[in-house]
């Protein structure tokens, strides 16, 4: 296949990035999309210029390390995929693509395509676990049933991989679907319910400081995300945040 | 330097509490006084820094990732092995010591695997506590699955992302460390090298990889959680970044590497497509539960297959090869990972193979959904149903089982496994060899200490399946924890350490030169083209089958890539600031050399065993010969300055709780 890119070539966070042209041929159909960028970078080092800076890891949709917004869609044209399980066969020879890094306020730019996302870190050590230690003594792990549709429920939440693609595809660069999945989890089991207030509260505010936006239900971020993360969950959230600020000591 | 493995003496199943009850305590007024460095932030990673820091050490923790969530446990499929025996199948502690030491060809340390089943019910309980979503059952409480072909129903799962669901858990003990600032966390920062003073690991020299600087890190001690080594063979289902940087950089510095061309080979991946493929992806072990695996019986039709001039739905029943069925009639399909592996290679090498490579065989589902579908129909009371209806009907049953990795299969490979059957091929999946370590997982080096898939102390020469997960937790929510007291209770007095004495200098200096080198190097060949190379002669010399003379070529090729590498290898930009090239290629510096050991273990190491098969060494029916009288032994490695001249030092494993005995799948 021949393919025109048109990449986001930006060479630091403070500086001005632009879309570089940069026509390539020889393209296989069973190649993964970040394949095609190693092929890319692969010819560009041979002509003397910088690879292109993009994140990725296990290559297979798990880590949540690989990103892109490709011809206007995080993670591409597939559903739910990650850009790293995307394969070419999706595209046809002559195709122009753009490949641009995820935006948002809270992810400013490294280099690239490569983005910071160190802001959902930050909202996950607001409160995204239950504090218990690591004794190993805790009850025996048949003392706590769980009605299995909701840890079912809870399941589908925990299986976001944080990638991010939610705030990229959200016209608000909102986190409440990533917020929401990992209070969903909680909130679903008993082991989340004594810290089941502060854990909400402490979140949304943490998303709130670093910039992130609101939700207004737009809904795209559920079609966009590759993991298929519930906005059921955001109303999950909304509902024990109302319930946490009206009921919470603090 | 005689290899002590610290062993406590006594009763199996009392070494362990006998030997925790032993170890000095540090008193909590003198853990606010002791450092601790974690490198790497998997299961083994991320749950000591967070046991470590909740017991009021000091501790810092490194990731090259984005985010401590991003390390390559994540991946893992299946499942976490416990002898919790909630099924009442006669599970034990003792029954899960068994089957690790036998599935491990008898090549592991009987005391370390005792205590990783020991402990290995305790895990379960704590994941559950800190909301980890394993599957349950309608009654509410936790269900569990057969595993690697062990007798036994032990392995919890959380659907096919059991890694995943373990790694959040383990990153929310993290996170909650992190947030009370006991544990600092360095993301995007690789370490370059360790630092020795006084004959003790001190700290590292760690590298920012957005802003290209390097810094120094003191510790009283330093823990590498670092992962396996499988990227040797350039294509494997380990992560891109996944490398041995840090426990290579640690073998330089005096820490003994052991059985290094331990590796497993999976036998269910998805094939090699291109020259330009990256990684490989792993089909679970559970799909050869209903899996037929097959190649033509006839030359003449494999090649009109990979030519692509007859389709395998043509070939007729009595034309098909079921080997595994052929060679091992009482485990069929269900062979353990080493024999499928080595059965899949020996039909390819002799010209059978399928796919337009020539490197894959068949699991074939067409079976499995007519039995399912006949089963269906009489539940539903059909007669004499059509085999259409009876498909259609089968179809819906294995979707049920194994839908979601159907679906993966075809995203990749844009076939209909329904319709023909799925083609797969062995791939390097994990590394049981790693950094040797005693039974506190110390190093050689002292106040170095491996824990993970980084050490080698647990799987012997071939891993169970759903063990990796259970070593990776065991080893840092319950025995590192422990162990590092008998280390750092002699250091209550050193007070904090400098990171300005000439060792940090050496190191440091050290590490810029090798930086700098790569920037001004000019050469014409970018890092991955030499990545590549190794890869093949490691896949083709090194891999599934091993011989003498392929052994000797491999290390006279290796050594030759190496000179040719530092020559020619090209990497461009700046040594400041983000340069993922210049990144991987100190990485692929450090595998180079270890490909090298690894063929030099293989060449020494006269015997068959797990993954490690050498030709030289078989029945006349193609099976492994293990040699348990030269070689019940784990082999360490110095380090001296070429690896294939590296000084070999010998642990003699002795077995006083099990019999060796020959393993037999026929």
């Not at chain 1, 850009?83 to 595209?91: A, D, G, K, P, S």
């Amino acid at each position: 296949m021949d393919l025109t890119l048109k990449i986001w070539r930006q060479n630091g966070p403070q500086e001005k990035g632009e879309m570089k042209t940069y026509p390539i041929s020889g393209v296989e159909q069973d190649m993964s999309f970040l394949e095609m960028l190693d092929y890319l970078n692969d010819q560009l080092i041979n002509e003397g210029i910088e690879p292109v800076v993009f994140d990725h890891d296990c290559r297979e949709g798990i880590c949540g390390m690989c990103s892109l917004f490709i011809n206007g869609e995080a993670h591409g044209p597939g559903r739910k995929v990650t850009t790293c399980q995307l394969h070419m066969r999706e595209f046809k020879s002559g195709d122009t693509i753009y490949i641009e890094p995820f935006r948002a306020k809270a992810f400013p730019i490294i280099k690239d395509l490569m983005v910071d996302r160190s802001a959902f870190d930050r909202i996950q050590r607001a409160g995204g676990y239950i504090s218990v230690n690591t004794s190993g003594n805790t009850i025996d792990a048949n003392a706590i049933p769980v009605p299995k549709e909701n840890a079912d429920k809870a399941f589908d939440a925990a299986t976001c991989i944080g990638c991010g693609a939610c705030v990229a595809t959200c016209k608000n660069s909102s986190a409440m679907l990533f917020a929401s999945a990992k209070i969903s989890q909680f909130s679903l089991l008993p082991q989340g319910q004594p810290e089941a207030k502060e854990r909400v509260l402490n979140m949304v505010h943490q998303m709130d400081l670093e910039g992130f936006g609101n939700c207004t239900n737009t809904g795209a971020c559920e079609v966009e995300c590759p993991k298929g993360i519930s906005l059921e969950n955001i109303a999950r959230m909304n509902r024990d945040y109302l319930f946490a600020s009206l009921s919470s000591n603090k | 330097m005689a290899l002590d493995s610290k062993v406590p003496e006594g009763v199996l199943a009392d070494k362990w509490t006998k030997h925790k009850g032993e170890i000095p305590l540090v008193s909590p007024a003198n853990k606010r006084l002791l450092d601790i460095i974690v490198v790497g932030t998997g299961l083994a990673g991320s749950s000591a820094a967070a046991s470590l820091a909740e017991m009021g050490y000091n501790v810092k923790a490194f990731c090259f990732q984005d985010s401590p969530r991003r390390a390559h446990s994540i991946a893992a499929q299946g499942g976490i092995n416990a002898a919790k025996n909630y099924q009442n199948d006669g599970d034990s502690v003792h029954r899960l010591f068994y089957d690790t030491i036998k599935g491990g060809d008898y090549r592991s340390r009987e005391g370390n695997v005792h205590r990783l089943a020991e402990v290995s019910r305790n895990i379960i309980d704590q994941c559950v506590a800190q909301g980890v979503p394993f599957a349950r059952d309608y009654g509410g409480l936790l269900d569990n699955r057969s595993f690697g072909g062990v007798q036994v129903s032990r392995t919890f799962y959380a659907k096919g992302q059991t890694g995943q669901q373990l790694l959040l858990g383990a990153y929310s003990a993290l996170n909650r460390q992190i947030a009370k600032g006991r544990v600092k966390m360095y993301a995007r920062h690789e370490m370059q090298e360790l630092v020795v003073v006084d004959g003790k690991a001190r700290g590292i020299i760690a590298k920012n990889l957005v802003t290209g600087e390097f810094e120094r890190h003191s510790a009283h001690a330093v823990l590498l959680c670092t992962g396996g080594y499988g990227n040797v063979f350039f294509l494997s289902t380990n992560a891109m970044g996944s490398n041995v940087t840090a426990a290579w950089k640690a073998h330089r510095k005096g820490a003994y590497m052991a059985n290094p061309c331990f590796t497993q080979i999976h036998p269910t991946c998805i094939p090699v497509s291109g020259e330009n493929q990256s990684k490989l992806t792993l089909m679970s072990e559970s799909l050869r539960n209903d899996g037929r695996i097959w190649v033509p019986a006839k030359k003449e039709d494999a090649e009109a297959i990979r030519s692509g001039k007859l389709h395998p739905n043509d070939i007729a029943e009595e034309h098909r090869d079921y080997y595994l069925e052929r060679r091992y009639p009482a485990f069929g399909n269900l062979v353990p990972r080493d024999v499928a592996s080595r059965a899949a290679k020996e039909r390819c090498d002799a010209g059978y193979g399928i796919n337009k490579t020539g490197e894959a065989v068949y699991l074939d589902f067409a079976a499995a959904i007519m039995r399912y579908g006949g089963e269906e129909a009489h539940v539903k009371g059909l007669k004499n149903p059509s085999d259409v209806e009876v498909k259609a009907l089968g179809e819906k049953v294995v979707e049920a089982k194994y839908g979601n990795l159907f679906q993966m299969y075809e995203k990749i490979t844009a076939s209909n496994p329904y319709k023909e059957p799925m083609m797969i091929y062995p791939a390097v999946h994990y590394t049981m060899g790693g950094l040797w370590v005693d039974y506190n997982l110390m190093t050689t080096v002292p106040g170095c200490f491996a824990l993970g898939e980084a050490n080698f102390s647990d799987h012997g020469a071939n891993r169970l399946g759903a063990s990796a997960l259970m070593q990776g937790l065991a080893d840092g929510y319950f025995v590192a924890p422990y162990t590092v007291g008998e280390f750092l209770s002699t250091d209550i007095r050193t007070g904090r350490i400098s990171t300005d004495s000439p060792e940090f200098e050496a190191a440091e200096q050290a590490v810029r030169e090798r930086t700098e080198k790569f920037i001004t190097n000019n050469g014409t060949k970018s890092v991955d083209f030499f990545h590549k190379r190794l890869g093949k002669i490691m896949w083709n010399e090194v891999g599934m089958a091993r011989n003498e003379e392929g052994l000797k070529q491999a290390i006279a090729d290796i050594q030759a890539l190496r000179e040719e590498f530092y020559a020619d290898v090209r990497v461009l930009g700046a040594a400041n600031g983000m340069n993922p090239e210049l990144d991987k290629a100190g990485r692929v510096a450090d595998l180079i050399e270890l490909g090298e050991l690894m063929a030099k273990d293989a060449l020494e190491r006269n015997e068959s065993c797990g993954g490690h098969f050498r030709e030289e060494y078989q029945s006349a029916e193609g099976e492994a010969l293990r040699d348990d009288e030269n070689f019940a032994f784990v082999s360490a490695w110095e380090f001296t300055g070429i690896p294939a001249e590296a000084n070999l030092h010998k642990e003699e494993l002795t077995f006083e709780n099990v019999e060796l005995k020959t393993r037999s799948y026929k």
